[in-house]
């Protein structure tokens, strides 16, 4: 029995130091990582991808990436596959986990939602900045190209970090979820992106109360969450308006893009990699991507795995 539990150790440990590969200086290696945080009294975990550009020394723009309520960070990791594109295009990506009494059903204190991390006033806006402050020790990071986007509750916590911290972000993405506080005051004109479908029933286009929502909340309605976005930027204008290609006329989707660039205080491209643009998520303009239905494009396998994920969220989102 002791030597099978030995055993057991020592494949522990093996799985343990893998998780997080580090050079001889204790900085980060390239790939994929699962490290913890102590903050706030509780030990919180996050995923990695460090790309194999972080061996030439040159500082990496930082991605976080906030999974929705009712799951983990794990789970959207796996679903939103981004390991390719930060390692061609030179970013790390880090998807940290919100708080729950059950280990896979995890949500994120966005200000007004939701459930078990909203209710013990967790401290995810300071988890977030000093799990930033932990990789800046571990790799060389572009303070001025971090950015922060997530679904749904994630991407309430991406809008509240965008209201109280832009000093320390470039950038916010949202899908399916706003802004979960009842003010914003950025400290500067922040750029935004924002994705949603017309016929989503758990935060609702128009706003309100999802017909499938279990969190007893009134979502910000999309054009209004836009209007705020504009007004705190200085947008001008109505927007450019254009209806994408329909890249798969089997699967009942249609996208419609408007975009706001005539906007106060804008710095330039801050692209992702030097040289490349990334409009979706580094130019200071506003994109509001409007689903006509709620499924996902293209990917099958996708679109079966945020099946699941909806009915995970069924009894706490």
């Not at 440990?13 to 903050?39: E, I, N, Q």
């Not at 399916?176 to 758990?202: K, L, N, Q, W, Y």
């Amino acid at each position: 029995m002791f030597e099978k539990a030995a055993w057991l150790l020592i494949l522990a440990l093996a799985v343990a130091c893998v998780s997080s590969p580090v050079g001889d200086d204790g900085r980060l290696l390239p790939g994929d990582h699962k490290r913890t945080l102590d903050h706030g009294g509780r030990a919180r975990t996050y995923y990695l991808r460090v790309p194999p550009t972080v061996t030439s020394g040159v500082p990496l723009p930082v991605v976080f990436m906030f999974h929705g309520a009712a799951i983990n960070a794990k789970w959207f990791k796996d679903v939103v596959e981004l390991e390719d594109l930060a390692d061609r295009e030179g970013f790390v990506a880090v998807f940290p986990d919100g708080t729950g009494n059950v280990p896979f059903l995890h949500t994120w204190n966005a200000g007004n939602c939701c459930r078990y991390a909203s209710e013990n006033n967790v401290d995810d806006v300071g988890f977030t900045l000093a799990l930033l402050e932990q990789l800046a020790a571990l790799l060389r990071v572009d303070r001025n190209r971090v950015y922060a986007a997530g679904w749904s509750n994630g991407a309430m916590l991406a809008y509240r970090l965008a209201c109280e911290h832009a000093e320390v972000f470039a950038a916010v993405g949202g899908v399916a979820g706003a802004t979960g506080g009842s003010t914003c005051a950025p400290s500067r004109p922040m750029p935004v992106v924002h994705i949603h479908g017309t016929h989503d029933e758990f935060a609702p286009y128009a706003g309100g109360v999802g017909a499938k929502s279990r969190v007893n909340i009134t979502h910000r309605g999309v054009e209004s969450l836009m209007k705020m976005w504009r007004g705190l930027d200085g947008c001008a204008g109505e927007g450019v308006a254009e209806q994408l290609p329909d890249r798969d006329p089997g699967d009942g989707l249609r996208v419609r893009k408007t975009t706001w660039t005539e906007c106060a205080g804008r710095r330039g491209d801050r692209p992702l990699r030097r040289g490349r643009r990334r409009p979706q998520l580094a130019r200071p303009r506003h994109h509001a991507r409007q689903q006509t239905r709620p499924r996902h494009p293209r990917h099958r396998r996708r679109r079966r795995a945020l099946g699941i994920l909806r009915k995970a969220q069924k009894n706490d989102h």
